[in-house]
């Protein structure tokens, strides 16, 4: 039976199926349309993708970016940025909109679940099918990526590689078009999010297995599946990645994920553990968290009893693929999982995150079909049968209600970490997000209390400190500032954050020449850095105060070098000339403003001005015109 046969079958004997999980997911995940941009949102919600439709080509051009304001991008993602992009086009800015459409695409991965299912297990498994489709509907561990708009890529790469199954199955039916379409679809699934790496086994598998095709069709698959991992690495090469700022490097490897500087052996141990927890996660899926990372997960030796644990508990999966090795989808299950683990255990290649729940959103399906198995088989036995689907109501009940009230968790920034943090007490990340966001909400009190919390885990940290500090300034409570960021600088010396929130302070509280020093050394230490840039402008605000022209426009035309078109620092430099005496480079300067700020009636009224005091009435008259087109003349202040 081909899968157009299968696929009119079912849509005429079944469509209540797809009523019914489109409810189930519905009921599940429906209150996250009154969810806010939260955590990571801003990843894929962004100045670029709020261009709309003209943003695209650039998308596809351009790494796809974690932190703007930080200069910082990795990786290739253009089709979950693009879908932001045709959003913005067509609705704006809209939180509810893009919640909307993240359940629609889960609700379409739940429906093709269950034909999936059907095709590769058979008509006869249809009941198989549905208890599978059903436990991935509701099963907590996917409220992150659901809930998130940013994981709005593990959703896209999921349903786009669905979408080349339907493909190959066209192929096997004899259609060799089918292949092409398959390997295209994987490859916008790629360009989701890199996270198919097992289907290149599994898919292959799964069609000589279940579909018994031949060596040639399972190779012609597995070529088609492959082609997309040539690609994306050859388009990645020929983008020009980002400068990534050399502290996020450094705080990504230790607080995301702290088994990125050790090697294969080291580990060994603390994958194990991983597997393990995420075994616990699949069948009890509580506590869930935004964030697993230094002091969440233990990184472990070869000596501990933990791993010992977690190695019995990763034996048992080796044991039940022997003992299923003669019941296919039990075994395919088992091994769709277990791979995935595998995968994202960080023993062959270290995660983004030590763990996390969104890398278990394809491997769950396996777990899923697994206890569908157990539910099937236990239906052909009088004594086990109604306590089977006894269970199984329970279970849908209980992950039903735990997804409604992860959901709520998601609302925003405030509630997802005010939720987390009590299962993260001993998290200096965990403690860190949660001050910083209750600060952002000028809960003062609370948030200093989270920030001396993640003090006192990592007291060897320099940002709490600054942190802390930037808490105090924000509150004029400046000799409490000064004394946090002079902790921070104990700490680290050469740190340019540090050092100009030094200088800030010093200049507020009055004590220039301390301000001098940091504005000074904050420079010295990265003249391209944001906070070198502001150094800059205070260091000319100060010579210009003194009289010393010379000087300041020394020091300005050399941060011109790093940043030709700051306005700010070219306001300073085109005002020393004018205090200098020296209308003419003043001219050239506000000239050189013009082109970034073409409408600036006050920058057009100086530059009249200006000329008609050197007698240039031609470009005085120019100039002149111009600042009527944009509404006449102005009053000066």
């Excluded at 996270?195 to 000589?208: D, E, G, H, V, W």
């Excluded at 020093?517 to 205070?538: G, N």
């Amino acid at each position: 039976m081909n899968i157009a046969n299968i696929m009119n079958q079912l849509s005429a004997k079944n469509s209540w199926v797809v009523i019914f999980l489109l409810a189930v997911v519905f009921l599940s995940y429906g209150n996250t349309l009154w969810n806010d941009y939260t955590l990571d949102d801003d990843m894929v919600v962004n100045e670029q993708t709020e261009q709309g439709f003209s943003a695209i080509p650039q998308i596809f051009s351009s790494k796809y970016i974690v932190r703007q304001k930080q200069a910082s991008s990795y990786g290739y993602r253009p089709v979950v940025l693009s879908s932001f992009a045709v959003e913005a086009a067509l609705v704006g800015k809209n939180a509810a909109f893009s919640h909307a459409i993240n359940v629609a695409l889960f609700s379409l991965l739940a429906i093709g679940v269950y034909f999936g299912g059907i095709y590769f297990f058979g008509v006869e498994h249809r009941l198989l099918a549905l208890v599978a489709s059903l436990l991935f509907a509701i099963h907590p561990l996917h409220t992150e990526v659901v809930a998130s708009l940013k994981s709005r890529d593990e959703l896209l790469a999921m349903l786009l590689s669905g979408l080349a199954v339907g493909g190959f199955a066209r192929f096997v039916a004899g259609s060799w078009w089918g292949l092409l379409l398959g390997s295209c679809l994987f490859l916008l699934a790629c360009l989701s999010k890199p996270t198919a790496i097992p289907l290149l086994f599994l898919l292959p598998f799964a069609f000589y297995w279940f579909k018994k095709t031949d060596i040639k069709q399972t190779f012609s698959i597995a070529g088609a599946l492959l082609l997309p991992f040539v690609v994306v690495p050859l388009i990645t090469k020929s983008i020009e990645q980002s400068q990534t700022n050399v502290l996020n490097k450094r705080l990504y490897s230790f607080f995301e994920n702290p088994m990125q500087d050790l090697s294969f052996l080291e580990r060994i141990p603390t994958g194990v553990y991983c597997i393990a927890k995420y075994l616990a996660l699949h069948l009890v899926p509580h506590p869930l968290l935004s964030y697993y990372g230094y002091n969440q997960i233990p990184v472990l030796g070869w000596a501990s009893v933990n791993f010992w644990i977690a190695l019995a508990v990763a034996a048992l999966l080796l044991a039940a693929m022997v003992l299923l090795r003669k019941q296919r989808i039990a075994l395919f299950a088992l091994l769709w999982w277990s791979i995935n683990l595998l995968t994202y255990s960080n023993i062959f290649k270290v995660a983004p995150g030590i763990i996390a729940e969104r890398l278990l959103f394809m491997g769950s399906l396996g777990f899923c079909i697994l206890l569908a198995v157990g539910w099937e088989r236990s239906q052909k036995m009088a004594r086990y049968a109604n306590w089977a689907s006894l269970l199984l109501v329970f279970i849908s009940i209980a992950f039903i209600a735990k997804t409604i009230d992860r959901n709520t968790a998601w609302k925003n920034d405030l509630s997802l970490f005010a939720t987390d943090i009590a299962y993260q007490d001993a998290s200096f990340k965990g403690n860190m997000l949660y001050a910083g966001t209750l600060a952002a909400q000028k809960q003062y009190p609370l948030a200093e209390q989270y920030y001396r919390r993640a003090i006192q885990i990592l007291p060897q940290y320099n940002i709490a400190w600054n942190n802390l500090g930037y808490m105090y300034a924000q509150q004029n409570h400046y000799e409490d500032a000064w004394l946090a960021y002079k902790q921070a600088y104990r700490i680290d010396t050469n740190a340019v954050e540090t050092n100009f929130n030094l200088a800030d302070v010093a200049q507020k509280i009055g004590q220039k020449d301390t301000a001098l020093y940091y504005y000074q050394k904050t420079i010295a230490i990265d003249a391209q850095s944001p906070q070198a840039q502001k150094a800059y402008l205070a260091l000319s605000d100060w010579l210009l105060q003194k009289e010393r022209y010379g000087a300041a426009q020394e020091l300005l035309t050399t941060a011109l070098k790093q940043q030709p078109n700051n306005i700010e620092l070219l306001e300073n430099l085109a005002q020393s000339y004018l205090l200098d005496q020296n209308m003419l480079s003043a001219i050239a300067i506000w000239e050189q403003m013009l082109p970034l700020l073409p409408q600036n009636k006050i920058l057009l009224y100086k530059l009249q001005k200006a000329n008609e005091s050197m007698g240039n009435n031609e470009k005085a008259q120019y100039y002149g015109q111009k600042l009527q087109e944009l509404g006449g003349m102005i009053q000066r202040q």
